[in-house]
């Protein structure tokens, strides 16, 4: 575990002590601002940034590591938020946007961050709100980019589709030509070459036999 990308000193310490002070931290980028919330109470702190206290409105689902090249997505689910996160639900334009879930320390008895890694970041794909009497629930499905490897790119190996990942660039000019191009490769030539002799006059044919 400690050898793991994102974990540095202080998480490391804070894994190997016998008490804990866990937090998750959600921060979800939409066009107007983002929206910073954490599972405790009043304001945190992170990468000087300011997140609000959600509490237990706060939930996260499981998230997966494995050895396997593939996405594994995450729900989250805040319940009784203001209008602001509402607005911003019904309103802006949430696909595909980055979301990012941090799981940090805190200080015992404070809200000073002891330190944080990052535990998912990906895009979120649905968002769905649902109204109770208590408040409105907002659940957020997110996906990890790895998702982008089961899908087609629409891109080839082409002068049109090069010049629109990067304008200018010749490298696949001449792609086009090749499918129509005859290269003899380990094929004996049928063509006999001579070579003529001037000191003697006599005229040698190229690997025949000798005299």
């Known amino acids: ?9 202080s998480i490391i310490n804070r894994l190997g002590a016998d008490e804990q002070a866990l937090f998750f931290a959600v921060k979800a980028e939409f066009d107007t601002d983002d929206i910073l919330v954490w599972s405790g109470t009043d304001d945190l702190i992170i990468n000087s940034e300011t997140y609000t206290g959600a509490g237990t409105l706060l939930n996260i689902s499981n998230s ?9 997505g995450l729900v989250i689910g805040l319940s009784g938020m203001d209008t602001t996160v509402v607005n911003y639900a019904l309103t802006e334009n949430y696909q595909n946007r980055p979301i ?3 799981l940090g320390y ?3 008895g404070t809200n000073e961050v002891a330190g944080t890694l990052t535990l998912f970041k990906g895009r979120m794909t649905s968002l769905i709100i649902n109204d109770t009497p208590d408040g409105s629930t907002v659940t957020i499905d997110a996906e990890n980019r790895l ?5 087609p790119s629409n891109f080839r190996y082409t002068k049109e589709s ?3 990942l990067h304008s200018g660039d010749t490298g696949f000019n001449r792609v086009a030509s090749m499918q129509d191009k005859q290269i003899n490769w380990g094929k004996t030539s049928d063509t006999v070459t001579t070579s ?16």
């Open 64 to 72: 997966e590591d494995n050895l396997e090249l593939k996405s594994n």
């Open 106 to 108: 805190v200080m015992g």
């Open 1 to 9: 575990m400690a050898t793991r990308q994102g974990l540095d000193t």
């Open 147 to 151: 998702v982008d490897l089961d899908r």
């Open 100 to 102: 990012t879930v941090f």
């Open 162 to 164: 090069q010049n629109y």
């Open 196 to 211: 003529e002799d001037t000191n003697s006059g006599e005229s040698n044919i190229s690997g025949g036999a000798g005299r």
